[in-house]
């Protein structure tokens, strides 16, 4: 990747919602370089979307949990039937494969309360049935102390040092 296009991305990471033209006085570029620069970090899949990060607590989640899980064998089917149990549930942010601690797979999950996240781990065991050895979960209240808050704009400020 061109260095002027890693310098928008990392623009980008700062705030996506700036102007092309407040982005080209920042890179020293003109507004329609960054405007193709953009599409084309669309296009290529480098961006795959540009969205908000809202206080979860303020728009009413109580808790984040973070669950590992160890599945008993990992075949193309269990893949397929993760991949269908991740889009049932929109409050799902995160779920992927993963390694460590015994475990092979990880969701993270925002919840209203805890009898939310109790029911949402009750249909879950129930979906997965014997297909699950192990699930472990963190929860994290997202009503207190958040020592960094979630963003990825940190990535920007690493980059730049």
Known sequence: MKKIMFSLLLELLKGSKRSDRELAKVL?????TVTRMRNRLVTEGIIKEFTVIPDF??????????????????????????????????????????????KDAIAISLHKNYPDYSNFVAESLRYWGDDILDYDTMLVSLKGMIAKPLSLRYLAEIEEK
């Open 28 to 32: 020293g570029v003109s507004q329609p």
């Open 57 to 102: 607590a303020k728009i009413g989640y109580e808790i984040m949990a973070i669950s590992c899980i160890k599945t008993r064998k990992v075949l193309p089917d269990i893949l397929e039937k993760g991949v269908q149990w991740t889009s049932k549930y929109s409050n799902i942010i995160f779920a992927a494969r993963a390694e460590g601690m015994g």
